[in-house]
Structures are given as C-alpha cells and as structure tokens.
C-alpha cells in the first residue's frame, strides 16, 4: 500500500506541477506520504493495533481521491482533458473523509479500542454526518470557487443542500468534538507508559486544534491557509507512529517544558529590550548606539537568571515528573551534606524516583579495575547484565553504573540528568566501599596473620616439649645414674650441681613455655582454664561452656584469661579472680574480674593492647572496665558462628 502511495503521489506531483504553487502541491505529498507510512509502520510492528491500518486506509484515500484527482482535474482543464470537474468534485469532498478518519483516531487512540462503551454512538454520528455533508457539498451550486470553471458541473439546484449541510456539518463536527474530548478523557485516566503515548500525540493534536480551524475560516481568504492545515495535519501521523512504537526513546516532558520555557523567555526578554529601549531613546535619542547596546546588555544579563525561574516555573506545570525527580534527588543531596543522610542511599532513593525496586548501583574500584556493590561484594557480571546502564564518570574516570530495568515513565534523557545530577553522593559512596573493602581486606590480613602466629606457637610448643626438654630431662637422669654409681666421689658432688642447672633449664623452659597455649586446650577451654586456675597463686573460679570453638577463638580466650589473670596478681592486688565464658547466640563472650585495686587501661605496648588487637583480629570487641578501687573487669566479645 505505501508502495501504491508512492506511485500516486508522484503521478499527482507530475500532473499538478506549474498548475498550483509549488508549496500546496508537495506540503500535501508529504503529510499524505506521512500518514501512509506511519500506518504502514505501525501495521508491521503492531498488526493487532487498529491505528496503523486507519492510516493506511484514510491516508491512501487522501493520496487517490485528494492529491491524484486533484491533479487530474487541474490538467485536464488545462489540457482538455476528459473526466476534470469529476477529478475536481473528489477532491474538493475529500477533506471530509480525512476528517472522519481523523475522528476515529482520536477515539482508538492508543490502542485501538474506544475507550468505554458509551463512546460507541459518535463514530455512527460521524458517519451520518459523513453522508449527508458529502452528499450536499458535492452537489451544492455554491461549490462553484473548487472548480476551475468557476462553476459546479454536476450540482443540483433543486436539491435543497443549504438544509442538508446544516443538519450534516453539526453532526460531523460535533462526532469530531465528541472524539477529541475522548481523547482528553483518556489522557486524564492514563498514568504510567501509557501517558508518556498520550502527551506525544495529545501534544500534535492540541497544535493541530488550534491550526485547522484556523485554516478553515482562512480557507478561501489567505493561500496560506492550506499550508497551515497541511503542516499540522503532518505533525498528527508522526506523532502517533512515535507514540506507539519508540515513546521511550523521547522524552517528550522535556520538549515540551523547553518549547514553553524559551518561548516566554524570549517574549520577556523582547520585551525588556524594546523598555529600555524606549527609555533610553526618550533621553539618548532613538537612534543612539548606546541605547541598542544597554538594551542588549540588559538582555544578556536577564538570560540566565530568567532562563532558570521560568524552567522552574514551567516544570512544575507541565512537566511535573521531571520537576519531582530533580527536587527528590536535590533534597537528598541536602540531606547527605547535612549528615542528616548516608550517600549509600543514593541507589534507594534512585530506585523510588525510577519507579524499579530492584534498581542496582555498583561502584568503580581503580586499584583493582573491578565493580562491586555498596556493600564491597564483587560483581564480576556487570558487564553481562541484561538490564539498562548508566555510567556515572568524574571526567575520564568511570565512578559507576547504574542497573535498572528500563520501564521508567520519566524517560531516557531525564533518567539520565537525574543520576548526573546524583554523581555527588554515587562519588562519596563509592570512597566508602572502597574503604570497606579495603578494612575487609585488612580484617583478613589480621587473621590470618593471628592463625599463623598460632600455628607457629603451637610448633615452637611442641619443639620445646618433645625436643629441647626431653634432652634436657634425658640428660638429668644420666647424671644422677651416674651419680649413684660413683658412689662417694669427689665428682659427685659435682654432678650434683650439673643436675641442678638442668632442673633450673627444664623450670626455665616450662615458664618461657606458659604463655602457649597449653597442651589441656586440646580437650577444650574449661580444661585449660582449670588448669590455669590451679597454679596461681590466688583464689579463681573458673566457669566455662562445655562445647567446643574454633581453635584460633578458644587460643584468644585462653590468653585474654591468662593476662587478666596475670594482671590481677602482679599488679592489681587482687584476692580473688573469676574466669567466665558464655556462648551468646554467635558470639563468645569472655570476661575476667577481679577484686584488685583497679585503674588498668591499655595502653601502647601493654598486655591489654595485644590482646584488643588479637580481639579486633577476629572480628570481636574488647573493654576494660577499671574504675581505681572497684577492681577490673575485661570484657571481650569473639565472633564464634552459632
């Protein structure tokens, strides 16, 4: 059908060519080639939409019975040909079923179907307006100017068509009315995608509502009557074909909010101009230089400031949308410099002013050349993501990208400025992973080293107990054998005292051996802790879960459980010491008290400051709680899984 269109559009070109002006004759080819093409469009992507086959159908009569005819009828007056007032009469009654055509848009418009049953009437109103319109515009003597001659070749004097068009143009118009006014109902109901169709073709209608009445009244008065009627006309089959196929690729908030915007910058700034010209011409004269380059000064100055408060002012009336989503993301911008805020709710607040729960932001990190989350956790598959993707940059440097699913009514463009205008809080989240990731990273460095420091000592324990001390006890039991055998000599006394250097070695290996963790921690923490208990100096009681922990955790509570008690005797004056663990849901829980003289804190190089860092090492949380007279207590929380 667009290819017939073609053809006949060309042949009307050929025939109409020097006949008419040049204007009339291509302005209609185009909105005429417009209207197919837009139906055949639409047909091809969306066959089950009935608009795409209304065009189609309105268009290619446009084409044979207004272009084509018309053209038929200009040459064969010129050329005498035959057929030319029939040509003329199609044509001069082909606006009327354009304009059902039109009628029937503006009812299905978008998707096809009418938008409630009530509307069923006006399309049958329509067409008996059709009907008799025609019937009295084609046959009517007064139709004499849309022929050549002058006169209506095939009119009816005794038919009384005054009558007719005045019962058939009230209906035909009033269907037309009825049916833009469902267009407007439809448009207050719409929410969502559906509005986004609705603003593009709404938008071509309300240009084409006010032009074609217009052209109408101007229709046998101004030759620019017809130029009018056919530039909006074009405007309508362009829309729609937007509208139905690629609305998501427009963002027509934006056009229309910056063609009103500058229009009424422009008519504030002509008149500003043309004030301080007038004033200044009354004292420098009309025609001073100096009043044409204040008054332009005056402009310049105006542009930008004016420029934003009108915007302002016209986002929040016609473009609503965009006018919200810039104010949420300006206010959430506050709120993180304020601290009222952190930045990491940059990607919760994107996703409310998207429309898309599931919207993911992920963060550039530069050392590693990787994204990851807000949280850290690498995502090795934001490249391979199947959903839409802005990337957020600082200059060359990427900062990060944002995931979402696409179906945002605010459209591309504003979808866009909204996470620029974000960039701020998606940068300073982006430090914060980082950090996070790297105290991840620091986190497991310390334990790791904690695991080897323990491994190691666990070796050392067992070289000095299976090595060192077994030679060295070997050796004391040689020398006293050979002490018992030589009886009464003088060497023995001799001997006597290599034996009592070895038992000093032995004592002075145990003790060096004290603080590892010891051989009883093998059959757990209680065990160990009792045996702890036994050889100090003071009353301890001890009270520790019977269960079982990692061994880097129970090694940590041993040595917290050891210096607090070693504190406690040397340096607390204490009396009486209590070694307490409880497993308290994921966490260990180890405490020492004592009822010394209290005042301990850590401090650099001190016992307690090893044993806060073991503790941070793991994960867990220590305390000293000191106060001087009210004895000590140490606090430490250890990360032990459920």
Not at 20 to 42: C, H, K, M, Q, R
Not at 80 to 107: D, R
Not at 221 to 246: C, D, E
Not at 325 to 345: H, I, K
Request: net charge neutral; with cysteine.
């Amino acid at each position: 059908m667009f290819g017939t269109a073609v053809l006949a559009e060309l042949a009307a070109i050929v025939l109409s060519w020097r006949l008419e002006p040049a204007y009339d004759t291509l302005l209609y080819v185009l909105f005429n080639l417009a209207a197919v093409g837009a139906g055949a469009v639409i047909a091809w992507r969306r066959p089950e939409n009935t608009i795409g086959w209304l065009f189609l159908g309105f268009g290619l009569l446009n084409t044979l019975a207004s272009d084509l005819a018309h053209g038929w009828g200009l040459r064969a007056a010129a050329e005498g040909w035959p057929g030319g007032p029939v040509g003329e009469a199609v044509s001069a009654v082909s606006w009327l079923p354009s304009g059902y055509g039109w009628m029937l848009t503006f009812l299905l418009f978008p998707t096809g179907r009418l938008p409630g049953r009530r509307w069923r009437v006006v399309p049958w109103i329509g067409a008996a307006g059709l009907l008799i319109s025609m019937t009295a515009w084609t046959l009517s003597p007064d139709r004499g100017r849309d022929f050549v001659s002058g006169r209506n070749p095939i009119a009816v004097a005794s038919l009384p068509t005054g009558l007719l068009l005045g019962i058939g143009i009230p209906l035909f118009l009033g269907s037309l009315v009825a049916a833009v006014a469902s267009l407007a109902v439809r448009f207050r109901r719409s929410e969502g995608l559906e509005r986004q169709q609705m603003k593009w073709f709404v938008l071509a209608a309300a240009v084409a509502g006010v032009a074609l009445p217009t052209s109408f009244v101007l229709w046998y008065v101004s030759p620019a009557a017809s130029v009018i009627a056919a530039v909006a006309l074009t405007g309508l089959p362009l829309a729609a074909s937007a509208a139905i196929l690629r609305y998501r690729l427009y963002d027509i908030d934006f056009f229309i909010s910056r063609t009103v915007a500058y229009a009424g910058l422009t008519v504030l700034l002509v008149a500003a101009y043309a004030v301080v010209t007038v004033a200044l011409g009354t004292f420098l004269g009309s025609g001073s230089a100096w009043t044409v380059a204040v008054a332009t000064l005056v402009c310049a100055v105006l542009f930008r400031p004016l420029r934003t408060r009108i915007q302002d002012v016209v986002d929040r009336r016609f473009n609503r949308s965009r006018y919200d989503a810039l104010q949420r993301m300006t206010a959430f911008l506050d709120d993180v410099r304020s601290g009222r805020r952190p930045p990491e709710d940059v990607q919760a607040v994107l996703g409310e002013i998207l429309g898309d729960p599931g919207l993911e932001l992920l963060v550039f990190l530069p050392e590693s050349r990787r994204y990851v989350d807000l949280a850290g956790a690498d995502r090795d598959d934001a490249d391979t993501d199947a959903r839409r993707r802005i990337a957020v940059a600082r200059g060359d440097q990427p900062v990060g990208v944002v995931l979402y699913d696409g179906t945002s009514p605010l459209g591309p463009e504003l979808v866009r400025r909204v996470v620029e205008q974000g960039g701020l809080a998606v940068e300073i989240a982006r430090l914060r992973a980082e950090l996070n990731v790297q105290l991840v990273e620091v986190t497991a460095s310390r334990a790791r080293i904690v695991a080897a420091t323990e491994a190691e000592r666990r070796r050392i324990e067992r070289d000095l107990h299976d090595g060192a001390q077994q030679r060295l006890v070997s050796i004391g039991l040689a020398l006293r054998h050979a002490q018992h055998q030589l009886g009464d000599s003088p060497v023995r006394a001799t001997l006597e005292g290599a034996v009592a250097e070895a038992t000093v070695a032995i004592g002075e290996l145990r003790e060096l051996a004290r603080g590892l963790p010891p051989s009883q921690l093998d059959a757990g923490l209680g065990p160990a802790c009792q045996e702890l208990a036994r050889r100090a100096p003071v009353a301890v009681s001890v009270r520790m879960p019977e269960r079982r922990f990692d061994r880097g955790v129970e090694a940590a509570a041993y040595f917290i459980c050891c210096e607090g008690l070693t504190n406690a005797v040397k340096y607390a004056a204490a009396s009486r010491v209590e070694l307490i663990a409880d497993h308290d849901r994921e966490h260990l829980v180890v405490r020492v008290v004592d009822d010394g003289i209290g005042g301990a804190a850590p401090r650099g190089g001190t016992g307690l400051t090893g044993l806060a860092d073991r503790v941070a090492a793991l994960g867990g949380t220590f305390h000293v709680d000191s106060r001087p007279g009210a004895g000590t207590t140490l606090v430490a929380e250890l990360p032990c899984g459920s």
